[in-house]
């Protein structure tokens, strides 16, 4: 079992940064992808960006240039530092481990963080 701890989230002024971390206990396979979605009111979840242990990553559109993720895997925590923050960045921010089995894959969430980006 995996449990997802975020911390970071907050208020910042348009333009302002944010630096997101989730530390995950229990088990971190070396396949397990780590990433960060975000929901906005009225909006389905998406991704926002996500990273292998290798350091492989991937980033939505309206995120790059702007946010960064990173992964420690001695210490199975993975940041998003988020830079350059517009308001439709505002949202509820939850970090994800996608574990793949033969068959399926199973998704672990945190509980959340709200990121509001407001003047």
């Known amino acids: 079992q995996v449990q997802l701890v975020e911390s970071g989230g907050g208020l910042v002024q348009p333009g302002g940064s944010l630096r997101l971390s989730c530390a995950a206990s229990g088990s971190i396979f070396k396949t397990d992808v780590m990433g960060w979605y975000r929901q906005a009111p009225g909006k389905q979840r998406e991704l926002a960006a996500a990273?292998?242990?290798?350091?492989?990553?991937n980033y939505a559109d309206s995120v790059k240039g702007r946010f960064t993720i990173s992964r420690d895997n001695a210490k199975n925590t993975v940041y998003l530092q988020m830079i350059s923050l517009k308001p439709e960045d505002t949202a509820v921010y939850y970090c994800n481990v996608r574990r793949s089995f033969i068959l399926n894959t199973k998704d672990y969430w945190g509980q959340g963080t709200q990121v509001t980006v407001s003047s």
């Open positions: 990273i292998t242990s290798g350091g492989t990553t």
